[in-house]
C-alpha cells in the first residue's frame, strides 16, 4: 500500500510556471507506475500525464503537451508535474496516483491510489 499527499498548488498568472510534488510513503514506490490527473469543477477527471516504474518513459495528455513534464525521484519517493506556460483552462484540482499493475494508463480506473489533491488556479 502507498499513501500519497500533493504538494505546490496555488493561485498564479497566465504564462506562469508551477511545479507540483506528490509525496508517498513506503518502500516500494519505484515498483508503481504514477500519474497526474486534474479535475476541474463540474468535469470528468481528467489524465495529464504518466510515468512508468523506473521514470525512462512518459505520456502526456494533449493539452498540456509541449508545456508540462512529469518526472520521478524514486531515491526520495516523489513524483513531479512541471508545468509552464499555464493558461487559464489548466485551472483544476491536481491529483497524483498510483498503479500496481499498469504503467502509462490514461484511465482513472488502472489506478489503485489517488492522494487528496492540490489546488491549481490561474488567473489574472
Known amino acids: 500500500q502507498v499513501q500519497l499527499v500533493e504538494s505546490g498548488g496555488g493561485l498564479v498568472q497566465p504564462g506562469d510556471s508551477l511545479r507540483l510534488s506528490c509525496a508517498a510513503s513506503?518502500?516500494?514506490?519505484?515498483?508503481?507506475?504514477m500519474a497526474w490527473f486534474r479535475q476541474a469543477p463540474g468535469k470528468e477527471r481528467e489524465f495529464v500525464a504518466a510515468?512508468?516504474?523506473?521514470?525512462?518513459?512518459?505520456w502526456l495528455g494533449g493539452s498540456v503537451k509541449g508545456r508540462f513534464t512529469i518526472s520521478r525521484d524514486n531515491a526520495k519517493n516523489t513524483l513531479y508535474l512541471q508545468m509552464n506556460s499555464l493558461k487559464p483552462e489548466d485551472t483544476a484540482v491536481y491529483y497524483c496516483?498510483?498503479?500496481?499493475?499498469?504503467?502509462?494508463?490514461?484511465?482513472?480506473?488502472?489506478?489503485?491510489?489517488w492522494g487528496q489533491g492540490t489546488q491549481v488556479t490561474v488567473s489574472s
Open positions: 513506503g518502500r516500494t514506490f519505484s515498483t508503481y507506475g
Open positions: 510515468i512508468n516504474e523506473i521514470g525512462r518513459r512518459s
Open positions: 496516483a498510483a498503479s500496481q499493475y499498469q504503467s502509462g494508463s490514461y484511465r482513472k480506473y488502472d489506478y489503485d491510489y
